[in-house]
């Protein structure tokens, strides 16, 4: 038995649920191996994992139709949920400008939000390297993993194999108690938050006991063939020539990858060289490769980080004209 809570929090819950709780009797009626209770703005789910998992997608479909166009019918609530209408939820996905990639607990939607986002999205459908690089915040690994649990999800692949550099960003962490996960898994992290928005708790879990979900650091995968795999090299920026050489030469049969990084934030130490730019140049126009430049304009964090990154540009090319008139 397990349960799940979605939180209507972006919808108005008098019109999800309907005139005397018409549409949630629909809801109800669709899913009667579940206990679906409502209070105020939240929905408990209780019942099967496959059950939970079924019922928050096409939930959350229905909150998403509902933020974009503020009214949904009963009848049109009925055919998002009505038997296994997959022409349904393709129609509606297809009138949907920001497409959704990813339904993730709660009722959570997980789409591009960006344009340079959508060319991420657009590029993964016709190449299978990608290489994504921007500053801070542009959602360059968070697009990349929902990505690639899509891939999953839609079973064009059968694991997500993610993996970055084990490079500390200026600072050190000393010795690390535990096995050798808990020693490794603070250069992770970033990459479990991306999962748990994205897939529940005791899937993820899982996922990961079964090795259908992988992370580890870049060091792990020499010597690998990784076939039926969306791959991910995140933090590229610390990875150097050989690395990332590497890397690209782990890819299989049916596989995908996509290499996010960072050029003006690398970690390494100084007399050690990224091998992300090279990686980047010698490696353009080539059939099945494609190059993203996120920017500024891409951060979808707190608003001061674009203003942060402008003042850091600023500053750098400040520093890089100054030294060109000694």
């Not at 009848?75 to 339904?103: M, S």
């Not at 980080?305 to 400040?318: L, Q, S, T």
């Amino acid at each position: 038995m397990t349960e799940t809570i979605i939180n209507l929090e972006t919808v108005n819950p008098i019109d999800f649920f309907g005139v005397n709780n018409n549409k949630f009797d629909i809801l109800k009626k669709k899913f009667p191996l579940l206990k679906i209770l409502s209070r105020g703005t939240q929905i408990k789910l209780s019942g099967a994992p496959e059950q939970i998992e079924i019922a928050t997608e096409k939930i959350a479909l229905i909150i998403q139709y509902m933020e974009r166009n503020g009214h949904l019918s009963e009848n049109y609530f009925e055919q998002i949920l009505g038997g296994d209408d997959a022409e349904v939820v393709d129609h509606f996905v297809e009138q949907n400008p920001n497409e959704v990639l990813v339904f993730g607990p709660n009722g959570k939607t997980v789409r591009a939000r960006t344009a340079n986002q959508k060319k991420m999205v657009q590029a993964a459908d016709k190449n299978d390297i990608i290489f994504a690089i921007g500053p801070a915040g542009t959602g360059k690994t968070y697009t990349a993993v929902a990505l690639a649990v899509r891939a999953l999800k839609n079973k064009l692949v059968k694991k997500i194999i993610l993996t970055r550099p084990a490079v500390e960003a200026g600072e050190s962490l000393g010795f690390l108690p535990g096995d050798l996960k808990e020693k490794i898994d603070p250069y992770l992290r970033p990459l479990y938050d991306a999962l748990d928005d994205m897939i529940p708790a005791d899937k993820l879990g899982y996922y990961m006991s079964t090795r259908t979900i992988e992370i580890a650091p870049l060091a792990y995968m020499r010597g690998r063939t990784l076939d039926n795999a969306f791959i991910i090299l995140d933090e590229s920026q610390n990875a150097n020539d050989l690395q990332i050489k590497m890397f690209l030469t782990r890819i299989g049969a049916n596989a995908k990858a996509i290499i996010t990084g960072d050029p003006t934030q690398v970690d390494l130490p100084r007399n050690q060289k990224s091998g992300l730019e090279k990686a980047s140049r010698i490696l353009q126009n080539i059939e099945g490769i494609a190059h993203i430049q996120l920017d500024e304009e891409d951060v979808v964090r707190h608003k001061l980080v674009k203003a942060i990154i402008k003042a850091y540009d600023k500053e750098r090319e400040n520093e890089t004209e100054n030294s060109y008139h000694r």
